[in-house]
């Protein structure tokens, strides 16, 4: 049998690499569209349950649900940017209300559909590393996947086709002026960025149980990576979300489970009161 600190490090590891590709995507819609989605978890939930109603067909791989997740998702994001988003930006307090009740809409819609009760989808034999290390193919699959699409985001955004977005983070007038589709650009963003959520939500659905209100707790990390590591370097983003993902695990098999994000988030708010500007906020422009 593997030590238990191995096994704690590597599951935190997969848990967390994959919650990056979730806090990447609130980063975007704050930076570019400037507001604060509290539907971003409703989209992680919509992509498990992808994943279970492709299971459920005996579909049981997380790498053709993503794909199916994420195109299901930047519909739905798109049509709530175009249609609720964009046009209630100016007024600051309706959009985490109406963002909020999205996500409960969804959570009731889910429930309806699929039951209250917690789904599993089949996670597959695990394979047997050095000293008994158990290495899962869903963590596995989720990790590589997660790395794959930030690089790939870190890229865009340091790229020339990135360069809409900087511009309309830092100055939506001056790329107005310059005649880019603020409006367009804002709403496929969201839409993109709500892909993001439930393509993570798809690649971590066989790690623990299916419910309407999973996407809770990733909503919450991704508010904490994004206000702890700034919205300007995915690289930050990836490695605050390791660790917090490896946190977690040590607070649950040292404690329990239900301690684990108390813990955690104990630790965030103690994080920054120390440091209200966030932890890496200066290397993260340094980096951009």
Known sequence: MASPLPQMLLDGLFTGGTYALMAAGMALILGVVKVINLSHGAFFTLGAYVAYALAERGVETPLAAAPLAAVIAFAFGVFLGKSFINPARKHPFAL?????????LFEQSAQMVWGPHPLSIE???????????????????????????LGGLKW???????????????DEEIAGSLGMDVEAIRYTTFGGACAMAAAAGALLSPSGAVTPTMGRAPLLLSLVVVIVAGMDSVAAIFLLSIGLGIFGNACAWLLSPQWSYVALLAAVCLLLSARPAGLVVQACRRDG
């Open 156 to 170: 865009v955004l340091s790229a020339r086709p990135g360069l809409p977005l900087r511009l309309i983070a830092e």
């Open 96 to 104: 985490p209300v109406g963002t909020l009740a999205c996500a409960l």
């Open 123 to 149: 996670a597959g034999d695990p394979w047997i590393g050095p000293g008994g290390l158990v290495i899962r193919r869903w963590g596995v699959i989720a990790f590589l996947s997660s790395a794959v699409l």
